[in-house]
């Protein structure tokens, strides 16, 4: 799957001590920033994409009761943090698998991204720089990562790699 994408923003980085590529700082930063909000942004981000007329119908099916657990653990180990969703809840490759052979659809995907960036904002993550790098995040991950494999759960590979994020964007991966 090609990993490739954006990479940072020197935007991203002004004004603020960082070395390009320090992870360590950006995980810092969401950890002492979102624990509390990012079980509130998944539910905000749900009741937005239930309520929206194009997406409702791919969100409306019964979720794993673990679902609010299991994607903020997902998007903790993202972000940096520790490999809670891979060691306890799957692989790469089985998630990418959940979001394939849907054909094309770039209005919703157009649209779940708007609905992520009206969640940070319901549910308090004010400070513009964190919003824009979770942003340019959940984008990459809806157009790229999750629509890689649009013609088949089929084809998507084993092996996939989480990928990382931090204030650089998409990190290198190992």
Same mark, same amino acid.
């Given at each position: 799957?090609?990993?490739?994408? %954006? ?7 002004? /004004? ?7 992870? +360590? ?9 979102l624990p509390h909000t990012t079980p509130s942004a998944i539910h905000a981000w749900h009741e937005r994409v239930v309520a929206d007329e194009v997406l409702a119908h791919a969100f409306r099916a019964p979720v794993h009761p673990q679902h609010a657990e299991r994607l903020a653990a997902y998007w903790a180990?993202?972000?940096? /943090? ?5 060691? $306890?809840?799957?692989?790469? %490759? ?17 649209? +779940? ?6 969640? =940070? ?9 964190? $919003?824009?790098? =979770?942003?340019?995040?959940? +984008?990459? +991950? ?16 084993? /092996? =996939? ?8 964007? =998409?990190?290198?991966? %190992?």
């Amino acid at each position: 799957m090609g990993m490739s994408g %954006s990479g940072g923003r020197e935007g991203h980085r002004r /004004g603020r001590m960082r070395s390009p590529g320090d992870g +360590a700082a950006f995980t810092a930063c969401c950890v002492a920033r979102l624990p509390h909000t990012t079980p509130s942004a998944i539910h905000a981000w749900h009741e937005r994409v239930v309520a929206d007329e194009v997406l409702a119908h791919a969100f409306r099916a019964p979720v794993h009761p673990q679902h609010a657990e299991r994607l903020a653990a997902y998007w903790a180990e993202a972000w940096g /943090g520790p490999p809670t969703y891979s060691e $306890r809840y799957g692989t790469e %490759s089985a998630v990418v698998r959940m979001h394939s052979g849907n054909g094309p659809h770039p209005e919703m995907n157009r649209r +779940a991204i708007a609905c992520f960036a009206r969640a =940070l904002e319901d549910v308090g993550v004010h400070d513009p720089e964190l $919003r824009s790098v =979770l942003n340019a995040y959940f +984008a990459w +991950a809806t157009d790229t990562a999750m629509d890689a494999y649009p013609r088949s759960k089929d084809d998507v590979p084993e /092996g =996939l790699t989480l990928a990382r994020w931090s204030w650089d964007g =998409l990190q290198a991966m %190992s």
